[in-house]
Structures are given as structure tokens and as C-alpha cells.
């Protein structure tokens, strides 16, 4: 099943903060962040693992609730380079290690 | 490095035509994916390859769609035949060897069909 994206938009101004959380009904392995552009590919933000590990991007963080499912996004100090929609993608426990895509957030970070 | 390498980027086709779409994955990776993207379904996993097996296909729309990966740097997705409701953005991504689940996956720019 499709894991659950909040909000399905948000618009804020430059400089503001914004949280993304993302929801499944399954136990997971580990939740990917993708970020994609109108008109462009889908680019890797940040991978959580279930126990604790992380790997990705600098300036996002992200956690990971095991026992809730659930997976947030943190964008502090959002700059205009952050809009765009992203995209949560689950991977269950046990998988053969592919991805269920969220249907994504809009964000618009305004001047 | 080149990255995923898509093609053709735009296809236009009449409904019943056969429609191929290639990807060469990144040197090195082990696993193949293969997208489509809708306004109205999002990002739909269609078929999975890792080593060059498919290893989940259950995706894939009907008998209409097959995929083949005849090595570890190329892979097709074939529409025979096309209609009008396979218009979508069909990306092709990679993954790094090792089937950890910690690599990320690498999409290729996609290609645009629109079928008439």
C-alpha cells in the first residue's frame, strides 16, 4: 500500500520552517526522501533505516518512528531552491528491496 | 559520470502502435527500476530488476507492457499496443550493488509519452 504524505501542499516564505510526514500501515525497513522539480527527475534527499542509521543531504534533516511507521521531513531556513513536490518511498520489512512512492507535498518557498 | 541514461525523451504515437523505451542504467549497478508518473496515480513502481532478473513485476498495468534487461547496461520497456490512457512520464532508475537497502536509487531524466 501507498504510505500517507502531509500536507499535500504548503506554501511558506523564505526562511520559514516546514515539516513533511509520511505514514505507513506496513512495518518498514527504511524510508527515502526524493525531492523532484517540475519537469525533472525525482533526486535523492535522504535515506532513514530502520535502527537508527542515516544517510543524505546536509541541510535536511528527517526522523524515523519505527514502532509508529512513520517518517517526518524537517526544512529549517527553507531557501527558494526548496521548492518543489517531495516524495516519501517505504520500503517494508522483509521487501525485495523496492520502493512505494507517497503521492508527494508541494512546497512553494516564496521570496 | 553520465548518470541514468533515458530514450528516446519525447515519444508521440498513435494508439495501437508499439512503443519501446530504453534506459541504460549507471556502471556498476545491480539493480534496475522502471517508474511511471501520473498526475493521477503519482510514481508507480512497474518492474524491478536486480543482476538483470526480474524480480517483481507485479506493476506492471496488463500483457500490454513487458520488460526485458538483456545485460547489466541496458534495459527496455516495451507498450505493445499503445493507448491513449499510457500517456505518463516513464523514468528508469539504478541502484548501487551490494542489495543494502541504504543506497539510494538514481532516476534517469524520463521519457514523456503521449499517445493519441
Not at chain 1, 500536507?7 to 509520511?22: F, K, M, S, T, Y
Not at chain 1, 527515502?32 to 537508527?52: C, D, N, S, T
Request: proline share 6%.
Amino acid at each position: 500500500q501507498q504510505p500517507v504524505q502531509s500536507p499535500q501542499a504548503v506554501i511558506l516564505r523564505e526562511g520559514e520552517d516546514a515539516v513533511i510526514n509520511c505514514s505507513s500501515s506496513k512495518a518498514l525497513y527504511s524510508v527515502h526522501w526524493y525531492r523532484q522539480k517540475h519537469g525533472e527527475a525525482p533526486v535523492f534527499l535522504m535515506i532513514l533505516l530502520k535502527g537508527g542509521e542515516q544517510k543524505g543531504h546536509e541541510k535536511i534533516s528527517a526522523s524515523f518512528n519505527e514502532k509508529k511507521q512513520q517518517s517526518s521531513l524537517y526544512l529549517t531556513a527553507s531557501q527558494l531552491s526548496y521548492s518543489g513536490t517531495y516524495f516519501c518511498g517505504t520500503e517494508p520489512a522483509g521487501s525485495a528491496r523496492q520502493l512505494t512512492f507517497g503521492s508527494g507535498t508541494q512546497l512553494t518557498v516564496l521570496p | 559520470d553520465a548518470g541514468v541514461i533515458q530514450s528516446p525523451r519525447h515519444e508521440v504515437t498513435e494508439m495501437g502502435q508499439e512503443v519501446t523505451l530504453r534506459c541504460k542504467p549507471i556502471s556498476g549497478h545491480n539493480s534496475l527500476f522502471w517508474y511511471r508518473q501520473t498526475m493521477m496515480r503519482g510514481l508507480e513502481l512497474l518492474i524491478y530488476f536486480n543482476n538483470n532478473v526480474p524480480i517483481d513485476d507485479s506493476g506492471m498495468p496488463e500483457d500490454r507492457f513487458s520488460a526485458k534487461m538483456p545485460n547489466a547496461s541496458f534495459s527496455t520497456l516495451k507498450i505493445q499496443p499503445s493507448e491513449p490512457r499510457d500517456s505518463a512520464v516513464y523514468f528508469c532508475a539504478s541502484r548501487a550493488r551490494g542489495g543494502v537497502s541504504y543506497n539510494e536509487q538514481f532516476f534517469g531524466p524520463g521519457t514523456r509519452l503521449t499517445v493519441l
